[in-house]
């Protein structure tokens, strides 16, 4: 028969070894102190209903973590009574508290919104959420198992190339829900973190915020859709200063956007059509300022020009159009193509 150990025992190499074997700490306890799994068990159960640990996961995929330990990776499944906030108040609200107000509010923002697209969206059974601490930054990533983002919303506007829906996000005002929804949620989470990428249906999209930068890759296929979000610990980004940044001065209203045109270009082609110009065009007359951002954009034709900076300018005169990081090939198009009078 086992030696008996005093609960204090137990429970004291199950809080110090727990950040180490998440997943195994049942055997690694009964092997180190000589117990039986079940004893092991029942003070688990204690410390959950005490609260000083969190369980995640069922059967083989059960983990547990300290409810203060900052790495963690919890399964929830999706059910009508599962709440973003109260999820990040439960578990991950301490840890983020201890950082700088900044960096507490991008992370809250980013987290409800991207988490409650999992529940009210994704189609998904189960969402896995990571939290990733490391010395100068931290990382958070969402991953669900349902239909993956660009494909949801690839169906919801009836594109003929998934890669169109990754153009669409970046405009920000565009859900597959209008009447509960802005659209507004995963625009400025992609602009408020260091860098976000959004992986699903075969492509990752990341944008990088600290280089101003962005890419589109094909990867392989996996169910559902992983966003993971980086910040520094030093960071000076500001949410009400990123809200500004696009809203109208006096109403405050979200009247601006920025995009970047390279997302336009499907496989092979080059900016000379209309056609293209009116995928990049779909859905921007709900703003009032619009900055297209030429960055890796290496030539631009005529009709595409003709359609963005007159025909839609025409239709649509009280919004203003802006361009940045033009070649000087691009340039001389635009100009050229800009209506004098």
């Not at 990571?130 to 239909?147: E, H, R």
């Not at 966003?227 to 209203?253: C, G, N």
Request: with cysteine.
């Amino acid at each position: 028969m086992p030696p008996k150990h005093p609960n204090s025992v137990v429970k004291h190499y199950l809080i110090k070894h727990l950040s180490q074997y998440p997943k195994t700490i049942v055997s690694q306890a009964a092997d180190s102190l000589g117990v039986t799994r079940t004893t092991v068990h029942r003070h688990l159960n204690d410390l959950l209903e005490q609260g000083e640990i969190i369980k995640t996961g069922k059967k083989k995929g059960c983990r547990y973590y300290l409810k203060k330990e900052r790495n963690k990776s919890l399964i929830f499944p999706i059910t009508p009574n599962l709440d973003e906030f109260e999820v990040w108040k439960a578990y991950f609200w301490d840890n983020f508290k201890e950082t700088n107000s900044n960096i507490f509010e991008i992370s809250e923002y980013g987290f409800t919104e991207i988490l409650n697209n999992a529940i009210e969206h994704a189609r998904a059974r189960t969402v896995r959420i990571s939290s990733n601490w490391q010395k100068d930054k931290v990382g958070l990533i969402i991953q669900d198992d349902g239909i993956g983002i660009f494909k949801n919303i690839q169906l919801a506007f009836q594109f003929t190339e998934i890669k169109e829906s990754i153009l669409e996000i970046t405009k920000g005002k565009v859900t597959t829900d209008p009447s509960h929804h802005t659209g507004e949620g995963l625009f400025f989470t992609s602009r408020a973190f260091d860098s976000c990428s959004i992986k699903a249906n075969g492509l990752l999209f990341l944008r990088d915020n600290l280089e101003q930068d962005w890419f589109v890759q094909t990867v392989d296929e996996s169910a559902g859709t992983s966003v993971s979000l980086s910040i520094a610990l030093d960071s000076q980004r500001s949410l009400p200063a990123l809200f500004r940044q696009y809203q109208t001065h006096k109403t405050l209203e979200f009247s601006k956007t920025d995009i970047p045109v390279q997302l336009v270009i499907l496989e092979g082609e080059h900016l000379i059509s209309r056609s293209q110009a009116k995928r990049i065009l779909r859905g921007l007359e709900q703003f009032k300022t619009i900055r297209l951002d030429f960055k890796k954009v290496d030539i631009v034709g005529q009709g595409f020009v003709d359609e963005i900076f007159r025909v839609f300018i025409r239709q649509y005169p009280h919004i203003k159009i802006e361009f940045c990081n033009a070649n000087s090939d691009v340039q001389f198009m635009i100009e050229r193509g800009i209506p004098k009078n």
